[in-house]
């Protein structure tokens, strides 16, 4: 890994969030949609926390900014202002 | 003296798991006991939060000036003193300030709506709040006194000295209530030395370091505080307000945890999302619901034998009352057993006025030291729950928790449900019958049913299904009306409105028939 760090793209952050709160089994469809008002808990949040570390690098999504910016556009650009890593597919985890 | 009868096969077996009796300090308080650690090793680390650090003369330093000026404050043998103290070094600081007092702590959120905290107050007689949040705290609840916990460097004081009775009371832990009200469990200080010394289910010694992360409010925190301030060891609070798998990670391996306990949908999480969280752990204890084989199948292949422990027990039981060690999994187990009684605790399966053979269902009975003096202000459910037995020619206080249960062959204690309506969720206690008597109350409800629903996700929440009195009832509503009564995780994620409550034929309601016609998934 370099020390240059590649923001990774907010729309590619949007649809692999969206995706994957839908596997958690949230009703999110959209940018506005809530985390907690589409279901998620405070177990759902450690889940999605611990896979956006997973893809963006730990760190990537800060406990605090979930429970105060939770719609899915509030998310996404916290993972874009955090990661560490792009998330592109097959690159290795920080 | 009422008796419970047993035949042979049914006493043999009871006798067998019960030879719990371990020598422990039963004549010595948790201030006392804490106190021989100070003197033993004063410059040992005790609590460790973050950059913070106590060592064991400097937490007995700062309770001594906190007790004093709860004493200033009018604290007496005896009081209850409600503690409302984020995770820190101060709340330990007054955990120990209100039990050199000879008082006892009543620990609460500030996020609990007002109403119920009222209610608390007044049941457990509470006219003195210690926290660390003054000025949102401060005429909130007028005629309570509010405290300030923070101390500086150089205060010092005394000792109070107060000669505290190992029977009296050291904390109130608050769980749901079918009728409404919260029940009130308070514990003795001898409830606390009983689990923490000659533990089976855990190594705690000078060198024991326990993470402390369960709210305090759940008595989970009795064992993360106690189990290693008594000993000597070290308490190491986990540093955020909320949990992250690699936060979690770098704090256990940092400081070299040696043991940790999870509830059960935590360490089920943990282990599907980032199982490497607890690879620097020696113990890994785990409990509060139902394990799922899929998990502990997963902790046992990747963390090996030796590692996990499954715990039960009700707060009724101060935290623990029985555990098993998960060595390996047998070929089609079905479940996991929750074991046998840790030390000094006793576990009977009872069917009416009988003791249950082996292979026979029945209640789960409880007994010994940790038992709760009884419910505050509640004489008839304690004339129901906690009851008193001869068994086996001795009598014997008992405590029926409502769950069922039966012995394996090998007297291994086997979890077969709830013989009430009782849930627990993420750890969390809730009695169906507290929600569904708010919502009953409800002028635009004119029936409810509350139920336990599971998410796309695999995850239990609560759904309530309301027959409304008219258009005017709304989900947002109803939700904001039990946001004001309730503790947020007890208010139903989802509310759902219906005609009619469909019946099964007995007369009760039918969830299966509502879950189907409701369309009741979470999507």
């Known amino acids: 890994m370099t020390d240059q760090v590649t923001r990774p793209d907010l ?4 649809e692999w969030l969206l995706g994957t709160c839908r596997d958690l089994g949230l009703r999110a469809t959209g940018p506005d ?62 | 003296m009422d008796r419970l009868h047993a035949g042979d096969a049914a006493r043999e077996a009871h006798r067998r798991i019960n030879r719990t009796t371990a020598p422990y300090p039963a004549d010595q308080s948790v201030p006392a006991l804490f106190a021989r650690q100070v003197a033993r090793s ?21 309770a001594n000036v906190v007790a004093a000026r709860l004493a200033a404050h009018g604290t007496r043998p005896g009081d209850p003193v409600g503690v409302c103290v984020r995770r820190s070094t101060d709340l330990v600081v007054a955990l120990l300030a209100v039990l050199k007092c000879g008082a006892h702590y009543v620990p609460f959120e500030a996020s609990w709506p007002d109403g119920r905290l009222t209610g608390l107050f007044e049941q457990a007689g509470v006219g003195v709040l210690l926290t660390d949040r003054v000025e949102e705290l401060t005429g909130r609840f007028p005629p309570a006194k509010v405290v300030a916990v923070a101390t500086a460097p150089g205060d010092d ?122 690879d620097s ?37 101060t935290t623990f009352a029985t555990f098993h ?101 993420n750890g969390y206690r809730i009695e169906l019958g507290e929600i569904s008597y708010h919502l009953g109350r409800h002028r635009d409800v004119r029936q409810n049913y509350v139920t336990v629903v599971e998410t796309a996700a695999g995850e239990k929440s609560l759904a309530a299904f309301v027959v409304a009195e008219g258009p005017q009832c709304t989900p947002a509503g109803l939700r904001d009306y039990l946001s004001e009564l309730l503790p947020g995780y007890m208010v139903p994620g989802q509310i759902r409105f219906c005609a009619e409550l469909p019946l099964s034929p007995t007369g009760k309601v039918d969830r299966r028939a509502l879950l189907a016609t409701a369309g009741a998934q979470s999507r």
């Open chain 2, 157 to 278: 004081a005394p000792d109070p000295g107060i000669g505290i009775d190992p029977g009296a009371l050291a904390y109130v832990n608050f769980t749901s209530g079918s009728t409404g009200r919260p029940k009130g469990v308070p514990i003795a200080h001898r409830g606390v030395t009983r689990l923490v010394f000659g533990a089976r289910y855990a190594d705690l010694d000078s060198g024991a370091v326990v993470l402390h992360m369960a709210p305090v409010t759940f008595d989970a925190a009795t064992f993360e505080i106690w189990g290693p301030l008594l000993h000597g060891g070290v308490c190491v609070l986990y540093p955020s307000e909320r949990l992250r798998c690699s936060e979690l990670r770098t704090v256990l391996a940092g400081h070299g945890v040696t043991v940790v306990f999870l509830t059960t949908a935590l360490f089920n999480t943990i282990l599907d999302e980032a199982p490497d969280t607890l």
């Open chain 2, 42 to 62: 004063p410059e040992s680390t005790a609590v460790v939060h973050g950059r913070d650090r106590l060592t064991y003369r400097e937490l007995d330093r700062a």
């Open chain 2, 325 to 425: 060690p998960v060595d390996a999994l047998g070929p089609g187990e079905e479940s996991l057993p929750i074991g046998l009684p840790i030390q000094n605790t006793r576990v009977y399966v009872v069917d009416g006025d009988e003791l249950c053979a082996p292979g026979r269902a029945g209640e789960i009975l409880l007994a010994g030291p940790g038992l709760s003096p009884g419910y505050l202000a509640a004489p008839e459910l304690n004339r129901d729950r906690f009851i008193v037995r001869d068994v086996d020619g001795v009598p014997e206080r008992l405590y029926r928790t409502g769950d069922r249960g039966a012995l394996r062959e090998d007297g291994v204690l086997m979890f077969h449900g709830r013989v009430d309506d009782q849930v627990k969720i």
């Open chain 1, 33 to 94: 949609d809530d985390f907690f008002e589409t279901g998620g808990t405070s177990l759902t949040a450690i889940k999605l926390i611990a896979k956006a570390e997973e893809r963006y690098g730990d760190g990537a999504l800060p406990p605090d900014d979930l429970f105060t910016q939770s719609s899915m556009h509030g998310i996404a650009a916290s993972i874009g202002r955090n990661a560490t890593v792009t998330g592109t597919p097959g690159e290795s985890r920080a």
């Open chain 2, 281 to 317: 752990v020696r113990t890994v204890l785990t409990g509060g619901e139902a394990h799922s084989l899929r998990h502990i199948g997963a902790a046992l292949a990747r963390y090996g034998p030796g590692r996990l422990v499954s715990v039960y027990g009700p707060t009724e039981c």
């Open chain 1, 11 to 14: 729309a590619a952050i949007q």
